[in-house]
């Protein structure tokens, strides 16, 4: 029972980063209907700034807040520089779009931080560790689980319960019908990239430091994100938490009970298995036109 | 008159085509004045910390013997190519050197898989090929298609036995775990346990947990080597993996004696690790810098002052000399005259030679494992301290 305890501790650190990365690809996909395959390396590239800016002797808080920003403006530009533009693509260009970024922004990676492994600074130690009776949960996993689970709360109230909350759910409906009524759907727009591009960012600061900070980091939990959102539904934000926590501890168990081998094929057969059952994910709605 | 118009024309023809075999390069990748020598290694990916640092070791080294005025009057020229540790982009860029840059040899190659899967490609090109850096049993065998092989690397199955052993006859293991990467790497190293536990008396296996290379995190391996309840871990991972999961075992409050291969060497794992690395058991090939051998602290330093970004990974640099060097001095015993031949016929006469970095080579005719010696080191705050003298195991290939 303890060891069980145990594999649900580190799924539930490693699902709340996950389910950070599945709420920027669901927040971007419900209102612009894009698939940010690029999503993982503006997180990386987030990161590396904050890392630089922390080497620069700022503090953590304001580093971190560089590294986002950074992000953000990556994910706002991209959206005001080739998306917009390209807004008459084919389904094809907006998949083929977002991965030219990703190559683009990997080496740029590359080419500024180089390729080797680095130690990301941060505040919590990944050592120092809680007691719960058998369990135990490092700081930074603590953190990470905590800090997962405010900024997912603000991201739900920003979305519901504000003004731009609102704007943002009108103009993923219509977009036409939002201007009409005088919502500045394009400044909308660049905003809800920022916001997703910075929760990646966001994500990214609180693996670094478990997994180091390097140019692919975030390949392995960009997929899971990915997955995890089409498994909670890709319309769907709390969806997104629930497939990110489902994937983690699902991943953690099976390693635990049955096979390290065969963990991420396993968690992709449940997701095959949930979209067999569910094609709109977990928590997703299916839309009927009506006639 | 027209039979000795024939015979002039004819004449100029064998003439012309005299002159252009004798204007042609003698072998292919050397010319009069240059050498061309290349690599394909993870630049990036899981493995960079060995590509960057191995790589940029093999390169300052080339260029240092440039700067001395090369071999012969020939200076050498070094490609590297990334393959990010993955097997597919090392067989395109192998051959790529090969047929499309028309290289005189390839120094190294990292990884057991990637080397397994450009074998057959050198072998059947007849290319020069220069210490892969993998499990060196992937050559048993294959005696008689090795001529252009030259190796000065040990295997992990023979470095598993020799950990195994000294784990059971020196530090009292009794029940022994591997953590170990699911390729051929990874499987080779926990070959050689299996071999070590079953050539000594009173151990046993009690756990071996894989990972991918492509795995972010190991936090559910660290738990269940804690369950093992193995006194001593036996760690074949990349460097990331390798600090990620001695950070996980203190982090669950598991502390059994730590023992690893040499590819973990580099005092970079003491950044990665922190305190974590520290009493780790490993074996190596070369005597480790800052270890007190002024040859291989005198290397490392010409190395740093051509490549200041080494400094970060001293072990997998100087290994990097220690990867070229022998060749270096077979292409001084073949003479002017360089072709591929001569080449092996030199570095077949290669006996206990020392080098700035490697020690004790060897080749013959019938062998191109250059070295077969480890010895033991561990490391403590931050620096490495050799427990043993050399030993010795048999020769394969």
Redesign the interface.
């Known amino acids: 029972m303890t060891?069980l305890a145990?594999?649900l501790v580190?799924g539930l650190?490693?699902g709340s980063l996950y389910a950070l990365v599945a709420l920027g690809v669901v927040l971007l996909y419900r209102s612009s209907r894009v698939l940010n395959f690029a999503h993982g390396d503006i997180a990386t590239l987030g990161t590396f700034v904050a890392f630089t800016l922390i080497g620069r002797k700022l503090p953590f808080s304001l580093a971190v807040t560089g590294g986002l920003a950074a992000a953000a403006l990556v994910g706002a530009l991209f959206f005001f520089l080739v998306l917009r533009p390209a807004k008459e693509a084919s389904l094809l260009g907006k998949i083929v779009l977002p991965l030219g970024l990703a190559l683009v922004l990997s080496g740029i990676v590359?080419v500024v931080w180089?390729?080797?492994?680095l130690?990301f600074p941060f505040p919590l130690s990944?050592?120092r560790?809680y007691r719960f009776g058998q369990v135990?949960i490092?700081e930074t996993n603590l953190g990470t689980i905590i800090i997962g689970i405010v900024l997912m709360t603000l991201l739900y109230v920003l979305v519901q319960g504000t003004k731009v909350g609102l704007a943002m759910r009108a103009v993923a409906q219509s977009a036409d019908a939002a201007q009409a009524l005088g919502i500045p759907a394009r400044r909308i727009y660049a905003l809800t990239w920022g916001l997703a591009a910075a929760l990646g960012g966001a994500a990214g600061v609180l693996?670094a430091p478990?997994?180091?900070l390097?140019?692919?980091?975030m390949?392995?939990?960009f997929l899971k994100g990915f997955a995890a959102a089409v498994m909670g539904g890709m319309d769907s934000l709390p969806g997104a938490v629930l497939g990110g926590f489902l994937l983690g501890i699902a991943?953690?168990v099976f390693?635990?009970y049955v096979s390290?081998?065969f963990?991420?094929t396993m968690a992709f057969a449940v997701i095959i298995l949930v979209l067999l059952v569910r094609p709109e994910g977990l928590l997703g709605r299916v839309y009927h036109r009506r006639v | 008159m027209r039979t000795l118009a024939k015979f002039v024309i004819a004449l100029a023809v064998v003439a012309a085509l005299g002159t252009t075999a004798i204007g042609q390069p003698a072998e292919r990748g050397v010319t009069p004045t240059e050498i061309v020598l290349a690599t394909s290694m993870p630049m990036s990916g899981p493995a960079a910390l060995w590509g960057t640092g191995v790589g940029g070791g093999i390169d300052a080294w080339l260029r240092h013997i440039n700067d001395q005025g090369g071999i012969h009057g020939r200076k050498f020229r070094f490609l590297i190519r990334d393959d990010a540790y993955l097997p597919p982009r090392a067989v395109a860029n192998v051959r790529e050197l090969v047929e499309r840059d028309g290289i005189f040899g390839l120094i190294s190659s990292i990884g057991t898989a990637n080397c397994f899967a450009i074998r057959d490609y050198m072998i059947e090109t007849k290319t020069l090929w220069i210490t892969p850096a993998c499990g060196a049993d992937i050559w048993a065998g294959m005696r008689e298609r090795n001529k252009y092989l030259f190796v000065t690397y040990p295997g992990y199955v023979d470095e598993g036995i020799y950990l195994t052993k000294y784990g059971v006859e020196s530090l009292k293991a009794k029940n022994i775990a591997v953590f170990y990467q699911n390729d051929l790497y990874g499987q080779q190293g926990l070959l050689g346990v299996k071999r070590g536990i079953a050539q000594t008396k009173g151990a046993k296996l009690v756990a071996q947990v894989s990972y991918e290379v492509t795995d972010a995190e190991v936090a559910a391996q660290a738990l269940k080597l804690k369950e093992s309840k193995a006194d001593t871990l036996i760690l074949y991972a990349t460097p990331r993996h390798g600090a990620l999961i001695v950070r996980e075992i203190a982090k669950v409050g598991y502390q059994p004696t730590l023992m690893s291969t040499f590819t973990l060497l580099d005092p970079v794992m003491f950044a990665l690790a922190g305190e974590a690395w520290n009493n780790v058991y490993l074996a190596t090939y070369i005597p480790v810098p800052g270890m007190g051998d002024a040859k291989v602290d005198a290397t490392l330093a010409t190395l740093i002052r051509l490549n200041p970004a080494l400094a970060r990974n001293p072990f997998n640099a100087s290994a990097g000399v220690s990867f070229v060097e022998s060749f270096l001095e077979g292409i001084r015993r073949a003479g002017p005259s360089l072709t591929k031949d001569r080449v092996v016929a030199a570095m077949e006469s290669i006996k206990n030679w020392d080098g700035e970095v490697i020690r004790g080579v060897t080749y013959t005719p019938e062998s191109r494992q250059g070295i077969n010696r480890l010895f033991m080191v561990k490391s403590e705050r931050g620096q490495y301290t050799k427990l043993s003298d050399w030993y010795t195991y048999p020769r394969k290939f």
């Open positions: 060891h145990q594999y580190g650190a490693t590359q180089g390729t080797d492994t130690v990944d050592i560790v135990v490092s693996l478990v997994v180091y390097d140019p692919f980091m390949l392995d939990p991943e953690s390693a635990g390290f081998k963990k991420t």
